[in-house]
T-cell receptor
């Protein structure tokens, strides 16, 4: 079946450090891939997406590239800020018979220290 | 538009009681989704509606769970005879039918079954 595996947290970084959160997926066909973010006390927000192989999604300094050959969608940011502290979820959307429900990873908690 | 809203935000109930949650989607969105999120896990799909029709239900949605969207606007999720294992965050999301990848999430209802 379809699934998403992301690196376990928590991840603690100092401000301005480089961030990578690994995400790999298992799916038949060609799913769309997403990163969602959940700030403390808030709902899930779409951070970025990529709908086909080699697409790069980007937003707020975060980037992720859809790599079909490695079935990966790693999240990166060159210089994190304290305000980036949140839980990050990798997700896939497979249109198959399910008509578009998201399948999420377990989430990775990021804490950025000043 | 103020986004997806959910009510209540928190609910504490005793085992065996029935509970009902409400979700108000973004007004022009015709798709509405319910997810459940337990501690340390990503959200898991429960069910979704297109307008008033319930088009898919997950295996997670036991016969104690029922969801409705009677007029294609707000939705309710009812859990009968609650069990401690039902304790979780219940998330609602909405989207346009042609844009399932753009799901907007509400803040969630946290259910605690004692």
């Amino acid at each position: 079946g379809n699934s998403v595996t992301q690196m376990e947290g928590p991840v603690t970084l100092s401000e301005e450090a480089f961030l990578t959160i690994n995400c790999t997926y298992t799916a038949t066909g060609y799913p769309s891939l997403f990163w969602y973010v959940q700030y403390p006390g808030e709902g899930l927000q779409l951070l970025l997406k990529a709908t086909k192989a080699d697409d790069k999604g980007s937003n707020k300094g975060f980037e992720a590239t859809y790599r079909k050959e490695t079935t990966s969608f790693h999240l990166e940011k060159g210089s994190v800020q304290v305000s980036d502290s949140a839980v990050y979820f990798c997700a896939l959307l497979h249109y198959g018979g399910s008509q578009g429900n998201l399948i999420f990873g377990k989430g990775t908690k990021l804490s950025v220290k000043p | 538009d103020t986004g997806v809203s959910q009510d209540p935000r928190h609910k504490i109930t005793k085992r065996g009681q029935n509970v009902t949650f409400r979700c108000d989607p973004i007004s022009e969105h015709n798709r509405l989704y319910w997810y459940r999120q337990t501690l340390g896990q990503g959200p898991e799909f429960l069910t979704y509606f297109q307008n008033e029709a319930q088009l898919e239900k997950s295996r997670l949605l036991s016969d104690r769970f029922s969801a409705e969207r009677p007029k294609g606007s707000f939705s309710t999720l009812e859990i009968q005879r609650t069990e401690q294992g039902d304790s979780a965050m219940y998330l609602c999301a909405s989207s346009l039918a042609g844009a399932s990848y753009e799901q907007y999430f509400g803040p969630g209802t946290r259910l605690t079954v004692t």
